[in-house]
Structure formats: C-alpha cells, structure tokens
C-alpha cells in the first residue's frame, strides 16, 4: 500500500512540477525539462521497486522521536521554491542564461542519473531510510555498512547533493543552478546534525565511523 501511495504521490508531484516549469516558462518547447522529467520519473518507480514496504511506510509516516529540523526545512523549502520559479522564467521568458553549452547539459544528465543510482543502491541496503532523523528501536535499528554504505556513511545523502548540484545545469539555467547551492548546504547541514544523533544513540556507529571515514566522497569528505 505505502509503495503504491509513494508511486502515485510523487508521479503527481512531477507531474505538478512540470506543469508549474511549463506555465511560467510560457512554452512546452523546452527539450531538456522533459528530459530532466523523465529522469525523476524514473527514479521514483525505481525507488519503488528498490525499497521495502517497511521503509516506504518511514518515509510516508515516520514513526515517534524524530527530529525536529525547522532551519533544514526552510531551507530545502525556499532553495527549490527560487529552483522551480526562476529556472522556467529564465529559460521561457527572460534568457538569463542564453548560450548555455549543451554539452554540460548532457554532462549533467548523465551525473543526475548517477546521482539518483546511488540513491537506488542505497534505499537496496539501507532498511531503515527514513524521511526525518529519528533511530528506529522499535524496528531494530542497526548499523549498515553493505553496498555503498562500505565506501560512504551517507551515499544517499551524496545522491541529494548530486541531484541538487546537476539539476540547474541540465535545464540550462545557471539562476536555477545557484538557487539549489543553498539545498546543497541544508544537506551537508542534516548530514552533520544526523551524524550527532547516530553517534548518541546508534550503537556501534563510533566504530563505524572509524571503518568508513568518508561521508560522500571517498578520500575527499
């Protein structure tokens, strides 16, 4: 029920996002929205697929003792709110961005995709991906360090960020690209803030830490 709920809820809300993209930018003659559409299209029925009923049910309801994160949310809030209102407006109306080189928007195609395999891999691995920053005891919750969680302690979080850092770019709009710089920084700051949270009361996540050193990119951070 909670996958088939995730399937419909977030076709609808891109199919709302290219509604809202086509509306402001005046014209549904922009290849490269439908490409990045279809990108996070097929992301969604992927993560369908990849995850559990379990942890789509988390990511729908989280269960008690989550987190609250008010800076977080207003800032993933007002990035992609500037993201969908100034990309379309560039692209359809004003041309801010003109001449923006093709190449890096296939470059940046093939990188959002990456982004979001990584995602894939992860929510494959990871049983207890929740939308919020909670440790679920009622569910067992344990230390995963299969799959990409060897390599990195937050691959899907390196995903978000990749997704976020590529979107614009793929569009075509260098106004849309710095608008999702600050959903870069509400990730790297959730990231620190969970990191404290698994530290306190995951057990085993110290020694965890001391395995896998790197948080999205091996050798780099």
Known sequence: MYRILTLFGGSASISLMGALLFLLAGTTALPWVWVYLA???AFTVGAVLAMSEAVARERLKPGPRAKPEPLYNAL????WVAFLILAPLDLGRFHWSAGFPPWLQAS???LLGVGYALVLWALRHNA???????????RGQHVVDTGPYALLRHPNYAGALLQSLTSGLLLGSWVGALALLLHCAALIYRTLN???????????YADYIRRVPWRFIPGVW
């Open 39 to 41: 990108v996070r299209l």
């Open 128 to 138: 207890y991906m929740s939308a919020r920053i909670r440790i679920q005891g009622e």
């Open 108 to 110: 940046s195609a093939v």
């Open 194 to 204: 969970e990191e404290k949270v698994l530290l306190a009361e995951l057990e085993g």
């Open 76 to 79: 993933t809030g007002v990035s």
